[in-house]
């Protein structure tokens, strides 16, 4: 994903596709954001009549998917003033695009 540092905002764009959303920072930069969603299955031990080492059991007990959990990766990209990218990260968070904010501040110089 570092290939992407240097790199002009129009090259990801062309690469990546239209954002999910962009943020306007001043004095003229931007934040890029990209959001996929992804499924987990999150599971736990069930007990069962299986054999101790067989596939898919543990001492009699086998591991059953419960619960699938829903959530979004969203890989961000800082682009500066002349449109190349300087920084990125790589999240998961289970908020979807359209009801993140995003909120940028100025820090002080105290």
């Known amino acids: 994903m570092n290939k992407w540092v240097g790199s ?4 990801l764009i062309s690469d990546w596709g239209i954002p999910s959303k962009i943020v306007e920072v ?4 931007e934040i890029l954001v990209f959001a996929e969603e992804v499924k987990f299955l999150h599971g736990g031990m069930a007990s069962g009549p ?4 067989q596939p898919g059991t543990l001492g009699g007990s086998s591991f059953q998917p419960t619960d699938e ?3 979004w990766q969203y890989t961000i990209f800082l682009v500066d003033l002349e449109g190349k990218i300087y920084h990125l990260t790589q999240q998961f968070y289970t908020t ?3 009801k993140i904010n995003f909120q940028v501040s100025k820090k002080s110089d105290s």
């Open 96 to 98: 979807s695009p359209d």
């Open 8 to 11: 002009s905002k129009e090259k």
């Open 50 to 53: 299986g054999l101790p080492g």
């Open 26 to 29: 001043e004095p003229g930069g």
């Open 69 to 71: 959990v829903k959530k």
